[in-house]
């Protein structure tokens, strides 16, 4: 008997099929209905991470350190079309300017680095001369009328008694230390403070030099500038000059090649010796700023990259060319550190940067113009306080 077949042979009946179960209401039928099911889905998925972006976006921008572009707005950079910055004119290697009325030396590399950095490239930033006196105020020379500067980078160093003062200094860019110079032919060699008692040397009028070489017994003679010492010193007129050595070493080495001569030159210029006197402390040149907080914050970055980041080479680069190729000249006295300085309490600046932000922002290249482009259109211790 087969299986199909009942106890008699009979077949066996068929069962009838089981309908499906019908579809509950609201339910989607079918593949495009399935598929649809799935887009909503997504979308909502999306909306809800936007909502989500958004929040964080909005709770991070209401707690978080400021961007640079709300720093510039603060520092009431944007849409301003020129950068005023007051610098020496008299101090090769340092800031010089040549009979073009182009500037050149250190401190104007740094001022091109710190104002590239700021949203300004070379041919928006104007140099003025500023003397020792008016650096405090920023005010600088705008051919017969005195202006107010954006900010100072003028061999300035950072003293406790300029901060009491008012003075805003950024972090410092370079450390070096007071020195003296002397003509080669002349008997005195000093070591120490001491050794110039009873000699007249000048310094710069407005430096706490003037209080060191009078409490050494040396008849201090004070001037506005200090080419005007070494031209004093050059005619026999005074016995030394005391100052910062990244000062003095521009005067020690002959003129480096330029494609000028300088605006301000020294007449019968005599063979210098430059000396270490072992004056404790360094000199810590940095930027006055001016009062706003958020222009000293955007310069400390620039300088804090000069420092360890992408700035260094550039840093470095203009420190070779002016410090190093004096220093050969200065055997005795090290004009320099070649290492920027740390920033100080409070120099650290915190700023808000997204993800995509730290690809979008690039220095540009360094093109610093050469010397045709005419731009002329601390610490509560002794020091020269230059």
Same mark, same amino acid.
């Given at each position: 008997?087969?299986? /199909?077949? *009942?106890?008699? #042979?009979?077949? =066996? ?20 209905? @399935? ?5 909503? +889905?997504? %979308? ?5 991470? $936007? ?12 707690? @978080? &350190? &400021? ?51 700021? *949203?300004?490239?070379?041919? +928006?930033?104007?140099? =003025? ?15 017969? +009328? ?23 200094? /950024? ?9 003296? $110079? ?39 003679? #004070? ?26 070493? %521009? ?11 300088? !605006?301000? !030159?020294?007449?019968?210029? !005599? ?9 404790? %402390?360094?000199?810590?040149? *940095?930027?006055?700023? %001016? &009062? ?13 990259? @000069?420092?360890? #980041? ?19 000249? /200065? ?12 920033? #100080? ?20 290249? &360094? ?17 020269? *306080?230059?």
């Amino acid at each position: 008997m087969s299986e /199909s077949e *009942g106890p008699v #042979g009979d077949p =066996l009946p068929q069962r009838p099929a089981q309908p499906a179960e019908p579809a509950q209401p609201g339910e989607p039928v079918g593949p495009a209905a @399935a598929n649809r099911t799935r887009w909503l +889905r997504l %979308g909502a998925l999306i909306v809800l991470l $936007v909502v989500a972006a958004v929040t964080v976006v909005r709770v991070v921008s209401a707690t @978080a &350190p &400021p961007s640079r572009e709300q720093l510039r707005e603060r520092a009431e950079l944007t849409g301003k079309q020129e950068l005023l910055i007051g610098v020496k004119d008299d101090q090769p290697g340092v800031s010089q300017q040549l009979e073009t009325g182009a500037f050149v030396g250190f401190d104007i590399e740094i001022a091109y680095m710190i104002a590239e950095d700021l *949203g300004f490239e070379a041919s +928006r930033v104007r140099f =003025l001369p500023i003397e020792s006196e008016d650096r405090a105020r920023r005010q600088a020379r705008d051919g017969n +009328r005195y202006v107010t500067v954006d900010l100072v980078i003028a061999s300035y160093s950072i003293t406790e008694e300029r901060r009491r003062q008012g003075v805003i200094f /950024s972090a410092p860019y370079l450390q070096t230390e007071q020195s003296v $110079v002397t003509r080669a032919d002349s008997d005195l060699r000093p070591t120490t403070f001491a050794d110039l008692a009873g000699r007249t040397v000048c310094t710069l009028a407005t430096s706490t030099a003037e209080q060191n070489l009078a409490a050494a017994g040396a008849r201090a003679h #004070g001037r506005n500038r200090i080419s005007d010492c070494i031209r004093e010193l050059h005619d026999g007129e005074i016995d030394a000059v005391t100052t910062d050595a990244a000062i003095l070493a %521009g005067f020690v080495a002959p003129p480096a090649v330029e494609a000028a001569p300088p !605006k301000v !030159k020294i007449e019968n210029p !005599k063979p210098l010796r430059h000396f270490d006197i072992g004056a404790s %402390g360094d000199e810590l040149w *940095g930027v006055n700023t %001016g &009062p706003n907080p958020a222009v000293r914050d955007l310069v400390n970055l620039s300088l804090e990259q @000069a420092r360890t #980041g992408r700035n260094g080479k550039r840093w470095r680069t203009a420190f070779d060319r002016y410090f190093g190729y004096a220093q050969q000249y /200065s055997v005795e006295q090290q004009v320099a550190v070649d290492r920027q300085p740390p920033p #100080g309490p409070g120099d650290k600046v915190e700023v808000r940067q997204w993800p995509w932000e730290r690809f979008a922002w690039r220095h540009p290249s &360094p093109a610093r113009p050469g010397p045709a482009f005419v731009a002329a259109r601390g610490r509560a211790r002794p020091n020269s *306080g230059c």
